[in-house]
């Protein structure tokens, strides 16, 4: 069985930051692509941003510049540095990975930007 666990949400004030973890576990032969996506109450869920096994990003026009995803050499947890954050990023972030020729996603992690 595989699995996706996200962790690092939380409450942080404008101009903070997070960083989200995503650990991919289970029986796992091949681990392709990983990312991260957002759903804000109302919205539909959005991309945020991408990486590929061998590094390459891909990342929503608007967050360029205060988000940062990464993977460990591992190539089985995927992190999201979110920075200079603002009330509009408040959203369920969910992870999503190619593991197996299969697409799993995480249950999501609640980020709330407030003060």
Excluded: H
């Excluded at 997070?18 to 991309?47: D, H, K, T, V």
């Excluded at 205060?66 to 959203?91: C, G, H, W």
Aim: net charge positive.
């Amino acid at each position: 069985q595989v699995q996706l666990v996200e962790s690092g949400g939380g409450l942080v004030q404008p101009g903070g930051s997070l960083r989200l973890s995503c650990a991919a576990s289970g029986l796992i032969f091949s681990i392709e692509n990983m990312g991260w996506y957002r759903q804000a109450p109302g919205n539909q869920r959005e991309l945020v941003a991408t990486i590929t096994s061998s590094g390459s990003t891909n990342y929503a026009d608007s967050l360029k510049g205060r988000f940062t995803i990464s993977r460990d050499n591992a190539k089985t947890t995927v992190y999201l540095q979110m920075n200079s954050l603002k009330p509009e990023d408040t959203a369920v972030y969910f992870c999503k990975a190619r593991i197996n020729l299969s697409y799993y996603w995480g249950q999501g992690t609640q980020v709330t930007v407030s003060s």
